[in-house]
């Protein structure tokens, strides 16, 4: 049976410990604090200071594990590196750990890569790389490493995960759609584009003004819009808008089940 070792076994990490255990893995779990609720649920534990990277790299060996992982916990991230750098396991880069910790320097690389942009998307594969937000389940999926769970501000906060393709891909119960408008900067332009929903009777569920690239001042616009792909009117909207605006100033980004 394989050895997994959970750093951390407070509250957050407790579910990895069971779902570890639930996919066949003898898990093993360190922690500072000797009433971590974790422990409950590992098939071995220590109490030991995630904080201390050499005292956890030190257990690891001992227990010859053969693989690690962390959960909600940033110290976590760069002592599992650590531990995954030093037993030659699969791991994130422990220098690109150490900076995906530094918040400054995420900020600075978001920054200086306008990830703000729609258009573009970043996968951490080296030090040199921002992120990816992806569910959990990608990781193994994909041979991605988890760098930081649960990363919302708020309990209630959703991360909508989208999947790019070459190819065109129609997926069953795609009953959302969202568009890309770019409207003339006079008074009414936007007034005019929300009226071609109305008149088809077309719920906008959600939409917002984004900056255009090396524009000043100028804004594009993301709408979410409650119309399935399999529906007549999505054709009849985008046929109205690229007649309206021009079709260069419209882009479909997709359409999609909402969860």
């Given amino acids: ?26 898990t093993l779990a360190v922690d500072a ?13 220590a109490v030991v200071n995630i904080v201390d990277e ?3 790299l030190e257990y690891a060996k001992k227990e010859n594990i053969d693989g690690v992982l962390t959960a909600a916990t940033d110290y976590g991230v760069l002592t599992a590196a650590y531990i995954a750098k030093y037993m030659n396991l699969p791991g994130l880069d422990y220098e690109a750990a150490k900076r995906v910790k530094n918040k400054y320097l995420v900020r ?11 258009e573009q998307a970043y996968e951490v594969t080296s030090v040199t790389d921002v992120a990816a937000l992806s569910s959990e389940i990608c990781a193994p999926q994909y041979g991605l490493q988890v760098v930081k769970p ?8 959703y991360t909508r995960f989208i999947c790019f393709s070459k190819n065109l891909e129609i997926y069953p119960g795609a009953d ?45 616009f993301y ?11 999505l054709p009849t909207i985008i046929d109205q808008l690229e007649y309206s605006l021009g079709a260069q100033n419209i882009k479909y980004l997709g359409s999609y089940r909402e969860a």
Avoid: W
């Fill in 54 to 56: 050499k005292a956890c």
């Fill in 33 to 45: 604090n000797p009433d971590a609720e974790g422990f409950a649920y590992a098939d071995s534990h």
């Fill in 176 to 220: 959302r759609t969202s568009l890309l408008i770019r409207t003339p900067h006079k008074a009414g332009a936007l007034y005019g584009v929300i009226a071609n929903f109305y008149s088809l009777g077309i719920n906008i569920i959600k939409l917002e003004s984004r900056p255009i690239p090396e524009s000043d001042f100028e804004f594009m």
């Fill in 223 to 233: 709408f979410d819009i409650d119309v399935s792909v399999y529906s007549e009117k």
């Fill in 108 to 118: 600075k690389c978001l920054f200086e890569n306008n990830v703000d942009d729609t």
């Fill in 1 to 26: 049976m394989k050895k997994l070792l959970v750093v951390g076994a407070g509250f957050l990490q407790s579910f990895v410990i069971k779902r570890a255990k639930e996919l066949g893995y003898y």
């Fill in 150 to 157: 649960y990363v919302q501000n708020t309990k209630n906060n």
